[in-house]
């Protein structure tokens, strides 16, 4: 029996996020005598195409080929509706009968909405990896009419309203994680850490990991930030965002520092941009702060976890379904940088505690979010959608 093909486009003008990160982890590991990954780019590699070439991967650059304008994606070269539905829905229709897939797996939102009617129109299967808001217009108004299959990474991003029912095509697939790699060494990566920011020794880092966008929250992890300082005033505490920015919410990054500057901290706030590989830095902080509200299932609340940096999140999205408060980390009110405070205090005050988080959290996510599993399950239902197009 051939392999199964399946095409991943993706948009070529993006930072890497978690959702690359999880797919590109899938297809490396895919059994190639029974999958074909099909790698398309649009417009130009980026970032996301030098990460996939570091992965020793293959993929091809459509250059003529842009993306409809969406209201929460606006990109220089995108087209409007009407181009989209004249023309451009034709030729991405041309390109899928080009490449010949029988799957066609998207893993972000313009991706989603550009890909998914073409997809029906070639007469090939969609499967729509929802990692977003479960009020998104997609998810609620495109997915129940076109796609064959939703795979959510979490149960609250489930469609809130979407406008048919979607029983029967919606399931949870965790992000897969590769728990194989050498962890490094926390003290270690610390001391790279402080020595590069010229901290002293007892400074109580505390970082925030994402691409710097509203739904994450950046602006209240300062805020947060301004809090335990005052709360620790014996102790220097300094707040350390690790991302880029996105093009589509450009602001994020000056709100940052103008809410520092306000709170009379901006010494204590460092924007250290994209960093890559990040382990080091995610193990050398001293506490994550997950701020983000409506946030399906952070990716990299998993991997601190791994790393053994304690989590401290907003009780909100699909951080519940990962944190257990008091157990494997702490949850606090959304939207209440105070809220921080009291678990920031405990975790710094009681070294049996961190250290109790640490070990649960780990063999917590060890147990539950193994990259052979969520493998196991996509091929699955990579296997059941070919089936139902008779490959």
Same mark, same amino acid.
């Given at each position: 029996?051939?392999? *199964?093909?399946?095409?991943?486009?993706?948009?070529?003008?993006?930072?890497?996020?978690? $959702?690359?990160? %999880?797919?590109?982890?899938?297809?490396?590991?895919? &059994?190639?005598?029974?999958?074909?990954?099909?790698?398309?780019?649009?417009?130009?590699?980026?970032?996301?195409?030098?990460?996939?070439?570091d992965l020793g991967? %293959?993929?091809?650059?459509?250059?003529?080929?842009?993306?409809?304008?969406?209201?929460?994606?606006?990109?220089?070269?995108?087209?409007?509706?009407?181009?989209?539905? @004249?023309?451009?829905?034709?030729? @991405?229709?041309?390109?899928?009968?080009?490449? &010949?897939?029988?799957?066609?797996?998207?893993?972000?939102?313009?991706?989603?909405?550009?890909?998914?009617?073409?997809?029906?129109?070639?007469?090939?299967?969609?499967?729509?990896?929802?990692?977003?808001?479960?009020?998104?217009?997609?998810?609620?108004?495109?997915?129940?009419?076109?796609?064959?299959?939703?795979?959510?990474?979490?149960?609250?991003?489930?469609?809130?309203?979407?406008?048919?029912?979607?029983?029967?095509?919606?399931?949870?697939?965790?992000?897969?994680?590769?728990?194989? %790699?050498?962890? =490094? #060494?926390?003290?270690?990566?610390?001391?790279?850490?402080?020595?590069?920011?010229?901290?002293?020794?007892?400074?109580?880092?505390?970082?925030?990991?994402?691409t710097l966008v509203?739904?994450k929250k950046p602006?209240?992890? +300062?805020?947060?930030?301004?809090?335990?300082?005052?709360?620790?005033?014996?102790?220097?505490?300094?707040?350390?965002?690790?991302?880029?920015? #996105?093009?589509?919410?450009?602001?994020?990054?000056?709100?940052?520092?103008?809410?520092?500057? /306000?709170?009379?901290?901006?010494?204590?706030?460092? @924007?250290?941009?994209?960093?890559?590989?990040?382990?080091?830095?995610?193990?050398?902080?001293?506490?994550?702060? +997950?701020?983000?509200?409506? /946030? =399906?299932?952070?990716?990299?609340? *998993?991997?601190?976890?791994?790393?053994?940096? =304690?989590?401290? !999140?907003?009780?909100?999205?699909?951080?519940?379904?990962?944190?257990? &408060?008091?157990?494997?980390?702490?949850?606090?009110? !959304?939207?209440?940088?105070?809220?921080?405070?009291?678990?920031?205090?405990?975790?710094?005050?009681?070294?049996?505690?961190?250290?109790?988080?640490?070990?649960?959290?780990?063999?917590?996510?060890?147990?539950?979010?193994?990259?052979?599993?969520? *493998? $196991?399950?996509?091929?699955?239902?990579?296997?059941?959608?070919?089936?139902?197009?008779?490959?």
């Amino acid at each position: 029996m051939p392999p *199964i093909t399946i095409l991943y486009p993706f948009a070529g003008d993006t930072g890497l996020g978690g $959702s690359h990160v %999880s797919v590109l982890s899938l297809i490396t590991g895919l &059994d190639p005598d029974r999958y074909r990954a099909k790698i398309l780019l649009h417009r130009q590699p980026g970032i996301v195409g030098e990460y996939i070439g570091d992965l020793g991967l %293959s993929f091809e650059v459509a250059e003529d080929l842009p993306l409809m304008r969406t209201p929460n994606y606006p990109r220089d070269g995108d087209v409007g509706v009407a181009r989209y539905l @004249m023309s451009l829905s034709r030729q @991405m229709v041309r390109e899928i009968r080009r490449l &010949d897939p029988q799957i066609v797996h998207t893993n972000e939102g313009r991706i989603h909405t550009n890909w998914v009617i073409p997809t029906r129109m070639a007469g090939r299967k969609h499967l729509w990896h929802h990692r977003q808001d479960p009020r998104a217009f997609g998810i609620n108004k495109l997915a129940p009419l076109f796609t064959n299959q939703i795979v959510s990474v979490s149960h609250f991003s489930h469609p809130a309203r979407p406008v048919r029912p979607v029983e029967g095509r919606f399931t949870v697939v965790r992000s897969p994680f590769d728990f194989s %790699s050498d962890i =490094p #060494d926390k003290e270690e990566s610390r001391s790279k850490l402080l020595s590069e920011l010229g901290l002293p020794e007892e400074t109580l880092l505390l970082g925030w990991f994402g691409t710097l966008v509203d739904r994450k929250k950046p602006v209240r992890f +300062v805020e947060a930030v301004a809090e335990i300082a005052r709360a620790m005033p014996g102790r220097p505490v300094h707040g350390l965002l690790f991302g880029s920015v #996105d093009e589509a919410d450009p602001t994020q990054k000056q709100l940052c520092l103008s809410r520092a500057a /306000e709170l009379g901290i901006t010494e204590n706030i460092h @924007m250290m941009g994209f960093r890559h590989p990040l382990a080091g830095y995610m193990a050398a902080v001293d506490i994550y702060l +997950v701020t983000a509200i409506n /946030e =399906p299932f952070g990716r990299t609340l *998993i991997e601190s976890m791994h790393l053994g940096t =304690p989590v401290i !999140a907003t009780a909100h999205g699909g951080n519940p379904e990962a944190i257990v &408060d008091g157990k494997n980390g702490f949850l606090v009110e !959304a939207e209440n940088p105070a809220a921080f405070v009291g678990p920031t205090l405990r975790l710094a005050s009681d070294p049996q505690l961190y250290d109790r988080i640490v070990r649960t959290a780990r063999n917590e996510a060890h147990q539950k979010y193994g990259r052979e599993r969520h *493998i $196991s399950q996509m091929t699955e239902i990579y296997d059941k959608l070919a089936r139902r197009s008779g490959t």
